[in-house]
């Protein structure tokens, strides 16, 4: 039950962040304004406790990531559809064994890289990678890790892993890579 309450409120946080526009009518404001809609909108006071509450309840220091979390872990890369900053229902659980796994090893620290596909100015998609980076940090802080210890970094289209010029190829470019820093 708590599990489905929990995603009835990230599902609504995360709504905020949605882009109606074009990308190409767009604007690093308007990126930028996605990215704070990411991490504020839809939970106020009381509402955020509740859901920090809830997703870290049971996590002690000592505490391993969990029984299948290995398989979670080992998915290091978040995908975003199409102009947007909103993390997809599908990668919810990644992003919770990861801050699990951070929980359970405090002197770790993450980078969040943030990417986009080539569509778009440079500085639309550096502001789009940023804004993705924030919305995976964001839930990362909302499970229990402090924010002290994530970096964020945004790539924009400067770094693609698939270099086509058509859909599989910009999907695969639509991402933050969630790199662990262990110095």
């Known amino acids: 039950m708590k599990r489905l309450i929990w995603l ?22 308007d990126a930028a304004a996605t990215a ?8 106020a006071g009381e509402e ?7 997703r870290t309840e049971g996590l002690g220091a000592g505490e391993d990531a969990g029984p299948d979390a290995a398989g ?10 199409f102009d947007s900053a909103q993390v997809r229902r599908e990668d919810l659980p990644v992003i919770e064994a990861h801050a699990r796994y951070l929980a359970a090893h405090r002197r770790i620290r993450v980078t969040l890289e943030g ?8 500085e639309y998609n550096i502001a789009l990678g940023e804004a993705r980076a924030k919305a995976v940090a964001r839930l990362l802080e ?21 270099l086509g010029h058509d859909e599989s190829a910009w999907q695969k ?7 662990y820093d262990r110095s």
């Open 36 to 43: 704070e809609g990411a991490t504020t909108r839809g939970l």
């Open 72 to 81: 979670l872990l080992a998915r290091r890369v978040v995908y975003f559809d």
């Open 173 to 179: 470019n639509r991402r933050v890579e969630i790199v």
């Open 8 to 29: 009835s409120v990230a599902v609504a946080l995360l709504a905020g962040c949605q882009s109606t526009g074009r990308k190409g009518e767009a604007t690093t404001q």
């Open 142 to 162: 909302l499970n229990g890790v402090d924010a002290g210890r994530i970096r964020i970094v945004s790539f924009g289209e400067e770094k693609p892993v698939a």
């Open 48 to 54: 955020e406790t509740a859901l920090y509450e809830v």
């Open 115 to 122: 990417h986009t596909d080539e569509r778009g100015s440079r």
